[in-house]
């Protein structure tokens, strides 16, 4: 099996000061709490908890809901985005648009959701998009956006490797494995259904642990 792209802390940290805005915010989640792109992309203003400093993943990968950290450092910055998320909300609803998509069961028990500041996207797109149905919602920011910016960032601060959004989340888990974390801990945060996917991390942190030395060089 192939090991995954990981970052030193140094690195980490190069990487974030070359990000600002909702990018940086969605960089240091996936950092931060360990989330896959999309889970950060899809998040809603109900799974934000700033009191238990805690983001619940809903219907991650395999249909499984998780929780995990919200970082301290990041959360002031996120109350000041969402406050402007907020106002855009307020904004569209005032038009007659902004309805946040919906989960189709709860789309058809509760028609009014959508239009509800908890169920709005935390990262909301920049431009309202029409349904088939005529309705005017406001998606989430794609992909492409974050992916471009985190390549940018890449490459302006010197770092040589090959790291995407992805290696974020690789980088939480193996950062957490070399503080002595319970790998099934990180399995938990990381959403992952076995264990032994997880163990991925332990062959990461061999060439990354200080303390671990060649025998050559004790000779």
């Given at each position: ?110 028609p009014n959701a959508g239009r509800e500041w908890a169920w709005q996207f935390a990262f909301p797109s920049s431009h309202l998009t029409p349904d088939d149905d005529g309705t005017i919602r406001r998606w989430h920011v794609a992909a492409a956006t974050v992916q471009k910016a985190m390549k940018t960032a890449v ?65």
């Open positions: 099996r192939r090991l995954p792209v990981v970052m030193t802390r140094d690195e980490v940290k190069a990487v974030l000061a070359e990000l600002s805005g909702p990018h940086l915010l969605a960089a240091s989640l996936m950092y931060g709490g360990g989330l896959r792109l999309k889970e950060t992309l899809t998040l809603r203003i109900k799974d934000i908890d700033f009191d238990q400093a805690t983001v619940t993943v809903r219907s991650g990968k395999g249909d499984r809901d998780r929780s995990t950290f919200l970082p301290a450092r990041a959360a002031e910055d996120l109350r000041q985005h969402l406050g402007k998320v907020k106002v855009l909300h307020e904004r569209d609803v005032a038009a007659g648009a902004g309805e946040a998509p919906m989960p189709s069961a709860l789309s058809r028990k509760y490459r302006k601060s010197g770092v040589p490797k090959s790291a995407t959004v992805h290696a974020l989340r690789h980088s939480f888990a193996t950062h957490l494995l070399m503080k002595g974390v319970d790998i099934r801990q990180i399995q938990d945060l990381l959403g992952h259904s076995s264990v032994e996917t997880t163990m991925v991390y332990t062959h990461v942190i061999r060439s990354m642990r200080p303390d671990l030395r060649s025998p050559l060089d004790e000779l």
